[in-house]
């Protein structure tokens, strides 16, 4: 029997890798996008030619009745045993003192509140006690939140420390429903996201400076995320596992 997974953000880099991964593992994915339904129906057309079973799911994680839209139509897949929490975005790199207030709000709007609004909508419909199945949640953080990334992105940081913190706690809420909740924190991983910020050289440029010598490759995020919904991590909850060569 196929399981179900939705991951939001997953029409590109991480969420796209970790889509293909599971579906070629036998996970029934819900890909959700905000705006490049292209990006997200290619995706869903790979999937698709491997023999999977994908749609595309518009919805920005930062509305609460998009994301309430999100996972009612994810329901039509059947019962939800997999959410991957990892939509998020970037900005202009600068110190604090220079960030408007719209982008901090924005900033926080996605990455936090966009979080812990699809975290909840996933713990409803797994948590036994409310009719569900049981299942596995991962949150896709960042070891920015442990760097704290001065001079370019402590908003972000900020962000994702507060994902790390959901992780640890809902762990802990979840533990009796049958849910396991974990997080992968990437390093300098080579995705799209850097050229939205206005570095499309960052990953590169950069990770050379790291242990390993190289930027990461969504795919290695992707095979760990996999690895934690999948039952051969049954005993892994709370976990924050960093990818990200060593920073």
Avoid: C
């Avoid at 969504?218 to 990818?243: C, H, M, P, Q």
């Amino acid at each position: 029997m196929n399981k179900n997974l939705l991951i939001t953000g997953a029409s590109r880099g991480i969420g796209r890798a970790t889509a293909l991964l599971a579906a070629a593992g036998g996970w029934a994915v819900g890909v959700n996008y905000r705006s490049d339904r292209a990006a997200a129906d290619e995706v869903v057309a790979q999937i698709a030619a491997m023999g999977g079973k994908a749609m595309a799911l518009p919805g920005d994680v930062a509305n609460e009745e998009d994301v309430q839209r999100l996972f009612e139509a994810m329901d039509k897949f059947g019962p939800l045993h997999g959410l991957v929490v990892n939509a998020g975005i970037v900005a202009p790199p600068m110190p604090l003192l220079e960030m408007s207030g719209e982008r901090l709000q924005r900033m926080f709007d996605v990455n936090v509140l966009g979080s812990y609004l699809t975290a909840r909508e996933g713990a409803r419909r797994m948590a036994r006690s409310r009719g569900g199945e049981g299942g596995s949640m991962v949150l896709v953080s960042s070891v920015a939140a442990s760097l704290g990334a001065p001079f370019e992105y402590v908003d972000y940081a900020g962000a994702k420390g507060a994902m790390d913190v959901l992780t640890r706690g809902l762990a802990k809420e979840l533990g009796g429903e049958g849910v396991r909740v974990n997080a992968v924190r990437p390093g300098l991983i080579d995705t799209e996201i850097h050229a939205s910020g206005g570095q499309p050289d960052r990953a590169e440029r950069l990770g050379k400076a790291t242990p390993l010598g190289r930027a990461g490759r969504a795919e290695e995020v992707a095979e760990a995320i996999v690895w934690l919904l999948d039952d051969k991590a049954s005993y892994t909850t709370g976990a924050l596992i960093d990818i990200a060569g060593g920073r």
